[in-house]
């Protein structure tokens, strides 16, 4: 995983920089000891991670997705800060080494 310092543009979301970054909301919160939403000029520290997108499709579940491509439960909960999913919602997956 390589580790970048990113400084927060106008604009910018936890959930849009971790996007850009492949990387989960929550984990860049933790790193960076976070407790609100990042504001423009704030140095954030972020790990990449190798994920994809993808798009959930009726009758999805964390469970199945993770079966899917081959990712554990906890790996695709933790990188997109979430318990659950709902249609048409855009996560990412890990790929799988």
Same mark, same amino acid.
């Given at each position: ?17 971790? #996007? ?10 933790? *790193?960076? /000891?976070?407790?609100? %939403?990042? +504001?423009? &000029? ?23 997705? #993770? ?10 909960? *933790?990188? /997109?800060?979430?318990? %659950?999913? +709902?249609? &048409? ?9």
């Amino acid at each position: 995983m390589k580790a970048v310092l990113y400084t927060v543009k106008k604009g910018d979301t936890l959930s849009s920089v971790a #996007a850009r970054f492949h990387a989960s909301p929550s984990v860049i919160a933790e *790193k960076n /000891n976070l407790k609100g %939403a990042p +504001f423009e &000029g704030m140095k954030l520290i972020i790990e990449e991670q190798e994920a994809f997108g993808y798009t959930v499709r009726p009758f999805d579940t964390i469970e199945s997705i #993770a079966a899917k491509f081959n990712a554990s439960q906890e790996s695709v909960k *933790k990188i /997109n800060g979430l318990d %659950a999913v +709902f249609v &048409g919602q855009r996560i990412l997956v890990p790929m799988s080494k």
